[in-house]
């Protein structure tokens, strides 16, 4: 769609580097028209959660922004700015809405890449009393509107080539780690999903990848996952990676008869990460423990921890059973304009 060269010293306001980069803002605009229209048409209430909130969110690998705020009189209150509006929309959904989605900007700190930006935006919605399968053919929706508001024949990226029009797959983790790793991920957790890291370990030896020094279950799972698996998806169609192991889905509520995995889902093309949604998890106590055990590991590795956010506990008790979604809106935006990175998508990038 557009020339877009990245190796272009001008700054971004440039008057030439602006017009080089024009074509694919103004399918930024129409494509955030076609979005809004889409969820009026379909009933959903689009909300707008404040960025500003006593927890960023409690899972162990993303980082925020923090700050400061000042009361009249006078003192301090640590604050963040949230990695996701999840937290409110599901204290709106405990308040009585049923359907409801936000199209605002999030932050995430440590986090700057051709794919990642500290400050982007994304789009999350929820279903009430509807299956995640609901989120799921939503996204898929959403993701086969950006290639028609655009245009593009197919998304290109790094040399993979995914058709956002025809059918996606839809495959386990568990099936996605044996064909892409050869590793039986199932068979590393005990039967109430608690995972054993030496199993892994083990098996990754087996199959000959190398194995880190950082032997927790998290860990190399992730590794094998970014390594492994995450290039082999969304190539050709677009991949919905579903099921993931509970331990690695700390909002997710569990798959009814294996307490092994939960339901929660990604969406890939081009081995590009779109999508992150869940069947919510709506028990107070099972994710207050949850969240303890991401703070305590995430305490391990950084150093650090957030609060828990007890309103949100409290809000719990009433959220009724839901689905819901986030979809990273730029990087969707880049498959579907060919833009080689996350800055030619966005009017004004963050100072570097």
Same mark, same amino acid.
């Given at each position: ?17 602006? %017009? /080089? ?11 955030d028209a076609a979005v ?6 379909? /009933? ?55 359907? +409801? ?40 929706? +959403? +993701? ?38 050869? +590793? ?18 083990? *098996? ?27 290039? *082999? ?59 303890? %055990? ?54 004004a990038p963050v100072a570097?």
């Amino acid at each position: 769609m557009t020339s877009f060269d990245i190796a272009d010293p001008s700054p971004w306001w440039a008057p030439e580097r602006h %017009a /080089d980069r024009r074509p694919i803002l103004v399918a930024r605009s129409r494509f955030d028209a076609a979005v809004r229209l889409w969820l009026a048409e379909r /009933d959903f209430l689009v909300v707008d959660p404040p960025g500003l909130q006593r927890s960023p969110g409690n899972e162990t690998h993303l980082h925020a922004f923090g700050t400061t705020m000042i009361g009249n009189d006078g003192l301090g209150q640590a604050m963040y700015l949230h990695t996701s509006p999840e937290f409110t929309m599901k204290k709106l959904l405990a308040a009585g809405e049923r359907r +409801i989605a936000s199209l605002q900007h999030v932050w995430r700190n440590r986090e700057r890449s051709a794919l990642h930006h500290p400050e982007f935006t994304m789009l999350e919605w929820y279903r009430v009393g509807e299956a995640y399968d609901a989120v799921i053919a939503d996204t898929l929706a +959403i +993701i086969a509107l950006a290639a028609e508001v655009t245009g593009i024949a197919r998304f290109e990226f790094r040399g993979r080539v995914c058709d956002p029009r025809v059918g996606a797959e839809r495959v386990s983790v568990a099936d996605a780690f044996l064909a892409h790793a050869g +590793i039986d991920l199932l068979a590393t957790m005990d039967e109430d999903g608690v995972p054993d890291g030496d199993a892994l370990a083990a *098996q990754m030896l087996a199959v000959g990848l190398e194995v880190p020094e950082d032997r927790s279950w998290s860990y190399l799972f992730s590794r094998i996952l970014v390594e492994k698996v995450e290039p *082999q998806l969304g190539n050709g169609r677009v991949t919905v990676l579903d099921r993931y192991p509970a331990c690695e889905a700390a909002l997710a509520r569990r798959v009814l008869g294996d307490r092994r995995v939960s339901e929660r889902f990604e969406v890939y093309a081009c081995g590009v990460e779109l999508a992150n949604g869940f069947g919510e998890l709506t028990d107070p106590a099972e994710q207050r423990a949850r969240f303890e %055990a991401e703070m305590a590991e995430k305490q391990r590795i950084y150093g650090e921890r957030y609060p828990v956010d007890e309103d949100f506990l409290k809000a719990l008790e009433l959220m009724p059973e839901a689905s819901g979604v986030a979809l990273g809106f730029d990087r969707l935006l880049m498959l579907a304009t060919g833009a080689p990175r996350i800055e030619a998508v966005l009017w004004a990038p963050v100072a570097e």
